[in-house]
């Protein structure tokens, strides 16, 4: 998927969320990451803010640290 979708995606939950107290934002956003998202698309979100995060609403990157990071796939 690409970037721009990525980011798209993350925003568009930030702003229904944003209409919510900030604590139940971060917490609401990090949890429809978490049970929608697949591992590779939380992946990307994180190379994405890794990198600086271009694009996310504040929102999302203050709901980062509650979004599960997806384990690294052992090497067959």
Known sequence: MSAEKIVRMANQISLFMETK???EAV?????HINDFWEPRMRRQLFALIE???AGLR??????????????D???T
């Open 51 to 53: 990198a600086g995060g």
């Open 27 to 31: 917490a609401g956003l990090a949890a």
């Open 73 to 75: 796939e052992p090497a």
């Open 58 to 71: 504040p929102l999302v990157l203050d709901a980062a640290p509650l979004i599960r990071r997806p384990v």
């Open 21 to 23: 107290p900030h604590a």
